[in-house]
T-cell receptor, first 115, second 114 residues
Framework: DAGVTQSPTHLIKTRGQQVTLRCSPK?????VSWYQQALGQGPQFIFQ???????QRGNFPDRFSGHQFPNYSSELNVNALLLGDSALYLCASSFSSAGVAGELFFGEGSRLTVL | GENVEQHPSTLSVQEGDSAVIKCTYS??????FPWYKQELGKRPQLIIDIRSNVGEKKDQRIAVTLNKTAKHFSLHITETQPEDSAVYFCAAPQNEAAGNKLTFGGGTRVLVKP
């Protein structure tokens, strides 16, 4: 079992550019959540995908968008990058029954630097 | 939405001593409280969790206690070892019928001095 895999591991972009991050969930998991972790802070919830739809969203602007594919993998897209978007982006997968919280399995993250 | 406060932000202990980290939450409907450990450059990993139907849970040297009335929960690490050095995060879900999202505390950097 490969666990949660993310790509790329590191990337550097300039302001105004767009970025796409990818995530493959742990085998058997159907839900993918994305978190942004700024240096020295706790992960901040961006959004969650289940059955190919955005199920919940945190306090992030529309520049942050995502997608989930039929195989449960997911992408996070960020448009018009700002310096403040520099962070570690964590993907977490879980198997969720509606209304029941369960363990999140995190990937190693994609470290984005915006110059 | 859920608001999770975590204290202290840093904690330095001597090897063999105990460490305690405390968190408070705001949403009284929350019913699941996990603790994650994140070593430098690594992913957060679940170390222990507790559900609202119990007040305490233990797993070897770590334990979590929950006070639903006061809306706070704590992580206790006994007989600390150098490998316990890491950042620890508490979390609580915003309990919605459509699923769960975790709101994390700001983290506690624990340093175990040999």
């Amino acid at each position: 079992d490969a666990g949660v895999t993310q790509s790329p591991t590191h990337l550097i972009k300039t302001r105004g550019q767009q970025v796409t991050l990818r995530c493959s969930p742990k085998s058997g998991h159907d839900t993918v959540s994305w978190y942004q972790q700024a240096l020295g802070q706790g992960p901040q919830f961006i959004f969650q995908y289940y059955e190919e739809e955005e199920r919940q969203r945190g306090n992030f602007p529309d520049r942050f968008s995502g997608h989930q594919f039929p195989n449960y993998s997911s992408e996070l897209n960020v448009n018009a990058l700002l310096l403040g978007d520099s962070a570690l982006y964590l993907c977490a997968s879980s198997f969720s029954s509606a209304g029941v919280a369960g363990e999140l399995f995190f990937g190693e993250g994609s470290r984005l630097t915006v110059l | 939405g859920e608001n999770v406060e975590q204290h202290p932000s840093t904690l330095s202990v001597q090897e063999g001593d105990s460490a305690v980290i405390k968190c408070t939450y705001s949403d009284s409907a929350s019913n699941y409280f996990p603790w994650y450990k994140q070593e430098l450059g690594k992913r957060p990993q679940l170390i222990i969790d507790i559900r609202s139907n119990v007040g305490e849970k233990k797993d070897q040297r770590i334990a979590v206690t929950l006070n639903k009335t006061a809306k706070h929960f704590s992580l206790h690490i006994t007989e600390t070892q150098p490998e316990d050095s890491a950042v620890y995060f508490c979390a609580a879900p915003q309990n919605e019928a459509a699923g769960n999202k975790l709101t994390f505390g700001g983290g506690t950097r624990v340093l175990v001095k040999p």
